[in-house]
């Protein structure tokens, strides 16, 4: 059918000697030689020849038949490890990622609170508080290490990264040359503490909540990746399986045989994979939807609330240690107010908020219980802050003190009792979400490498049931 | 009031031998003018107030040291250990103490010590003093910290029950803006504005040297109204605390720090490596600040203050001077002294 190239460079020819120098399978004129367009169609005429005769239609259906299950296997696997690599994604990476990127959040939080805490203590600092706030550096240090090797280098999450690396530090640069300015008995060391708190509060932090907002984005954007369903291979199964029905009806009606063995083999491995398709993925979908919406969603919550009670602790003792060093007019009323109590008290607002949210998704349970106990030191917690403010503001420093950090009487006692509240609430949402995201990618597990298996086998049945009708004809 | 009183106001003046040169007449004039508007206009004044104290009032002769139409140097009101109205109502409370308003920032003023949790400071030596006088005990106070922009509120018992204070001693300059809206001690500091920068600095004071530099200030401070009016080209930089301003000279943020001289010592004790820059600025005075109406306090600080100089080089305003000062701002041997 290719038509030599070198016809138009040969010298011109006599008429005579044209033919001679045409394909063996002429074309219909022999002067004008076919182009390509003409072999297509040249290609569908013969196809269209060929389903004139039965055995050429029996070909032509049991080509379109093995295609079409094979194409359904093909794009079932597909789709499938797509769906089921996101459920990996979460299980074994952006889950963690996003819970390490939690970690550093809350551990700068929390090492700022410590180092407030140590220094309203005064010098030396308690061995306990010290050694909280170390623990806090490192592991927010390590997670920083951990994330950076993780990450992939996309913008937000990667810069953030760098940011903390660069600014922790210098915060612990600020904290130690305010611990020895402290053990001086000099006023400095506030100063320098403050200074410490500010660089916290505007520089690491936000970069922080970048980090965890990027990470548990990615963990959500993942597992809605998971969750997608396969629409392309849904429609494949519905067009194969009615080609196939199509084919034994057509093949019942013209040598009246009820079964064709090979075809009902396709049509039984095309539903077994349809239905392995649907049942699996309906039920991954179900687990990856309780793990966002049972855990994943607490965890933010429980996150939010966690990062505020630390940031409201951290002001509570920085009222103190700064002695109203700082005011700032408040922008409603045009009253002058302490900083830290007034960033306090809105910290304390936003933990109040968190943890009506997290108790309304918690619904009960064990969860339930531990938010009510963490509402229950919330409310404690600000009671006695306020008998502390009382004392300060009456001159009794010495008793505010005491009643913020010391005994089972102090705030610090049911800011203490926050934190494990919600450290324990923490710990189950995360279980939670462990084990829904974990189920929910073993539902996908083993589809894959069955939607292969299935299609060939649809496909061999196929072949092998169209062959038999066609040995009939020889 | 009655005239009689204002007579005996007037001869109060002369008793005290007052009247010097242009500045004696002028106080004679003003005398002349209060009376006669006092007896035309005569002043709701609070009920019960002590004749002797009147008695011990007088206007002030001597020449005012700052180009202003007031004397800063001198209280309104003569020493004196009689208890007054305002005095008795405090010894009436069910808590006999005296409210302070104190600031616990500033390093050798008052300050709440890290180490301690207690408040130190020379204004703080000066508290306990004045309890001492009034309820022979110099814990009989209760301090309650307030914020530059508080004081004259807090005096005046703006800020409320739990904000309103009897005194404030806390670095408060005497000006006559103020003296208009509380009553003043005499002068027990005298101070200026002072530019501070690193030992080997470029920077000669408050003067062209300051050009493109970082000068660092507290928001709303003298120091910060001065520059705004005349920056030299500086960049302000613009902190909540004078303290801050340290920090931000450390960590290389600022180039030099203005702020009142007193302070600045404050902040050279601890930080051995700056150094003042130039000359002080021209002199103010920090006085105790109570209501207008309770004179007899006033009186009674006077007269602590009086008590407090008595004694030269071992008077108690020198050791309290040494012990919290004198590192930082060497040279002074006694508070302001008026004339």
Redesign the interface.
């Known amino acids: 059918m290719t038509y030599p190239s070198n016809v138009r460079t040969a010298p011109p020819a006599a008429p005579g000697r044209a033919p001679a120098r045409s394909s063996p399978a002429a074309g219909p004129s022999p002067e004008e030689p076919p182009t390509r367009a003409a072999a297509w169609v040249e290609g569908t005429e013969r196809l269209r020849a060929a389903a004139a005769t039965e055995p050429g239609r029996l070909r032509i259906i049991g080509a379109a038949l093995a295609l079409l299950v094979v194409a359904f296997g093909a794009v079932t696997a597909w789709e499938v490890s797509d769906r089921y690599s996101a459920a990996h994604d979460v299980v074994h990476r952006s889950q963690q990622l996003s819970a390490d990127a939690a970690g550093i959040y809350s551990s700068l939080a929390d090492a700022d609170t410590a180092a407030a805490s140590a220094?309203l203590s005064?010098?030396p600092e308690p061995v306990k508080l010290r050694d909280d706030y170390d623990e806090d550096i490192k592991a927010a240090s390590r997670l920083l290490i951990d994330a950076a090797s993780h990450t992939d280098s996309t913008g937000a999450s990667d810069e953030a990264i760098k940011k903390l690396n660069e600014g922790l530090p210098v915060y612990t640069g600020l904290i130690e040359q305010a611990r020895s300015?402290?053990r001086q008995?000099?006023?400095?060391?506030?100063?320098?503490l403050?200074?410490a708190n500010e660089r916290m509060t505007e520089d690491l932090l936000p970069e922080a909540k970048t980090l965890y907002d990027t990470e548990t984005g990615r963990l959500a954007a993942d597992n809605e990746r998971a969750r997608r369903w396969p629409y392309a291979s849904t429609a494949l199964a519905v067009l194969a399986l009615g080609v196939l029905c199509w084919a034994q009806r057509r093949d019942h009606r013209r040598t009246n045989r009820v079964f064709n063995l090979g075809l009902v083999c396709a049509t039984a491995a095309s539903l077994v994979l349809l239905v392995w398709l649907g049942v699996g993925q309906s039920l991954a979908r179900d687990n990856l939807n309780s793990a966002q919406e049972r855990g994943q969603a607490s965890l933010k919550e429980l996150n939010d609330a966690r990062i505020e009670s630390l940031k409201a602790r951290a002001n509570e003792n920085l009222t103190m240690v700064?002695?109203?060093?700082?005011?700032e007019k408040d922008s409603r009323t045009g009253v002058?107010e302490d900083?830290y109590e007034k960033d306090y008290q809105t910290a304390m607002g936003e933990l109040d908020r968190a943890l009506a949210r997290a108790e309304k998704l918690a619904d009960g349970g064990p969860v339930g219980e531990q938010v009510g106990k963490a509402r229950a030191a919330y409310a404690q917690w600000q009671s006695r802050h306020k008998e502390a403010r009382?004392s300060d503001?009456?001159?009794d420093?010495?008793a505010a003190?005491t009643k913020v950090i010391d005994g089972k009487e102090s705030t610090g006692h049911s800011f203490g009792q926050v934190e494990k509240a919600l450290e324990t609430s923490l710990d189950e949402k995360q279980r939670d979400f462990e084990r829904f995201a974990a189920a929910g990618q073993s539902r996908l597990s083993g589809l894959a490498v069955g939607a292969g298996v299935l299609a060939l086998v649809a496909a061999a049945g196929a072949v092998l049931g169209i062959g038999r009708r066609l040995s009939e004809y020889r | 009031m009655t005239t009689r009183d204002s007579l005996r106001r007037l001869r109060g003046l002369r008793r005290n031998g007052g009247f010097r040169g242009w500045g004696g007449v002028m106080a004679m004039v003003v005398a002349c003018v209060l009376t006669g508007s006092l007896t035309l206009l005569p002043l709701s004044r609070s009920v019960g107030q002590d004749a002797a104290d009147f008695a011990q009032q007088r206007i002030s002769t001597a020449v005012p040291v700052v180009a202003e139409d007031c004397d800063l140097l001198e209280s309104a009101v003569r020493p004196s250990s009689a208890d007054g109205n305002a005095i008795k109502t405090i010894k009436a409370r069910k808590v006999p103490k005296l409210v302070v308003g104190i600031d616990q920032n500033s390093y050798g003023w008052g300050y709440r010590n890290p180490l301690t949790k207690e408040l130190e400071g020379f204004d703080i030596d000066l508290v306990r003093a004045i309890a001492e006088e009034i309820f022979g005990d110099p814990d009989a106070v209760t301090y309650r910290a307030v914020t530059t922009g508080q004081r004259v509120d807090a005096l005046n018992g703006r800020e409320g029950k739990d904000g309103s204070v009897d005194l404030v001693v806390r670095t408060m300059s005497i000006s006559c803006e103020r003296k208009k809206q509380v009553l003043f001690s005499d002068a027990y500091f005298e101070t200026g504005l002072q530019v501070l920068a690193p030992k080997g600095s470029a920077i000669t004071g408050y003067d062209r040297s300051l050009k493109d530099k970082r000068v660092c200030s507290a928001t709303g401070s003298s120091a910060d109204a001065k520059l705004k009016t005349e920056s030299y080209g500086a960049q302000r930089v613009l902190v909540p605390n004078q303290l801050d301003c340290l920090v931000r000279l450390q960590l290389g943020m600022a180039d030099a720090i203005m702020t009142d001289n007193s302070l600045a010592a404050g902040l050279m004790a601890q930080d051995p490596a700056i150094e003042r820059a130039g000359a002080q600025l021209p002199k103010e005075y920090y006085g105790v600040a109570a209501m207008k109406d309770n004179t007899d306090l006033i009186a009674r600080v006077n007269k602590v203050l009086r008590d407090y100089s008595a004694g030269g080089d071992n008077s108690r305003w020198t050791q309290s001077y040494r012990k919290w000062l004198a590192k930082g701002l060497p040279g002074l041997t006694g508070p302001p002294k008026a004339g």
């Open positions: 220094f005064g010098a300015y402290n008995g000099l006023p400095l060391g506030a100063a320098y403050r200074y700064s002695l109203g060093a700082v005011i002058d900083k009382a503001t009456a001159g420093y010495r003190v």
